[in-house]
């Protein structure tokens, strides 16, 4: 695999690809008539053609290929595509990013689901058990994750997989992921692991009852009931698959994902993210406790966690361990993370958390990312101006507020933007 393909299938798990096929075909003379959308180098239906070669070399019959093109074209209303916009337009991107945590983390929608979880518990006792036994992954956590994904496989995936995959790799912003993704759904197909008629996916390619992208089913499913295939339209090897891939992504068996905290006021937002990592005996040292008076177990004291604010000052603190991070190796989004690990403490028997949220505006993605450049203009050390709210940027924005003496909220706003635009101003002035 590429190392820069590699990168961009940590960075966004759900990706899409695209493909198409000749004209010539019977089945796709209707391709012809499809305008080649701004932004593309070729028409759909060459970009197709000229991806037969590759797919024959992948394995992939005609047939197949024919069968699995037949009428496609391309979906150019999924989200990350690369197409121009009109101006002030936003690009459409994953909930995860675009939403503000508290609406993302909607407590109504996570008790339901754990209602839902707690009685799934009961009802796969058996496999559950199994799976934790062979791979190690708690119950609450497997059925966190299936929560999260397909609301328990209730959630009909609307996207047909090949479209959405081929849309993505003829204009999408990850072309050579997406193509490298498209060419393993067509294996999928050719092998028989799924129909042609039942393969649905997210907008990104994502498929089964706990969404894996085509290449994770080659390297990640998992057979847990033994009939030879690795299905992940099935509860048993859906369930046990998701185990494996958090397994073979570092998962610690017997350790939690984190904990809520309440913060002395010598600990700020500031300190969010990786980068302030110390052992829960440190944070404890400087008055860092778990909420409504639980004490932190004696085998988590040497354990290394790192400060989470994901609303900056305005929403609840949490310590979080590794097991965290393995959750957003299954889908990079720290939102994503906290609401499969608050969704498994629910399962268990936890509850909603503790602090309140406060009424925190999520600004557009051009905005935030004007405040990300400022930021970086002005010496501080943001890693990416990409308009995306993580803990580099809630930590930088509190380091901005510290040094020019401001109330820390480590949060990107409208009046935080407006004084850097007027700082901004007020140094040009000065520089003429």
Request: contains cysteine; charged residues 25%.
């Amino acid at each position: 695999m590429v190392p820069s393909i590699a990168r961009e299938r940590r960075s966004v798990r759900r990706f899409a690809h695209g493909a198409t096929v000749a004209a010539a075909v019977l089945g796709f003379a209707v391709l012809g008539l499809v305008a080649t959308p701004a932004g593309a180098a070729e028409p759909f239906p060459r970009w197709v053609e000229a991806l037969r070669p590759e797919a024959k070399a992948f394995g992939i019959e005609r047939a197949t290929f024919d069968a699995a093109f037949a009428g496609v074209t391309p979906d150019l209303t999924l989200p990350d595509l690369d197409l121009p916009r009109k101006p002030g337009a936003a690009i459409k991107g994953q909930a995860e990013f675009v939403r503000p945590p508290q609406d993302y983390l909607n407590p109504k929608y996570l008790a339901r689901l754990a209602r839902q979880g707690r009685a799934l518990m009961v009802q796969h006792r058996a496999v559950l058990a199994e799976i934790e036994r062979k791979l190690g992954v708690a119950p609450e956590v497997v059925l966190a994750i299936w929560g999260r994904e397909t609301a328990f496989g209730k959630y009909r995936l609307p996207h047909d997989a090949i479209r959405a995959l081929a849309t993505q790799a003829y204009i999408g912003r990850r072309k050579a992921m997406f193509r490298e993704e498209l060419l393993f759904a067509l294996k999928m197909l050719q092998e028989g692991v799924v129909s042609r008629t039942q393969f649905r996916s997210s907008w990104a390619g994502a498929v089964g009852l706990t969404q894996f992208m085509p290449s994770e089913y080659y390297t990640l499913a998992y057979d847990l009931d033994g009939d030879g295939r690795r299905d992940i339209w099935s509860v048993p090897d859906a369930l046990a698959s998701a185990a494996n891939q958090l397994k073979k992504k570092g998962w610690q068996r017997g350790m939690t994902w984190g904990f809520e905290v309440t913060l002395p006021k010598t600990v700020t937002c500031a300190l969010d993210g990786p980068a302030g990592a110390r052992s829960i005996r440190a944070w404890a040292s400087v008055r860092v406790r778990r909420v409504r008076n639980r004490r932190f177990a004696s085998r988590y004291l040497g354990e290394d966690a790192f400060l989470f604010t994901p609303g900056g000052g305005f929403g609840p603190a949490f310590l979080v361990l590794e097991n965290f991070m393995v959750f957003k190796r299954y889908n990079p989004s720290d939102l994503y993370a906290l609401f499969v690990g608050n969704l498994a403490d629910r399962i268990a028997g936890g509850g909603d958390f503790a602090a309140g949220w406060g009424n925190i505006r999520q600004l557009p993605t051009k905005r935030i990312a004007a405040i990300q450049a400022h930021l970086k203009a002005a010496g501080f050390a943001i890693s990416k101006v990409d308009g995306k709210i993580g803990a580099n940027t809630r930590s930088q924005i509190g380091a901005y507020e510290l040094k020019r003496q401001l109330s820390v909220g480590c949060w990107p706003t409208e009046a935080l933007l407006g004084r850097m635009n007027k700082e901004r101003g007020t140094r040009a002035g000065n520089e003429r």
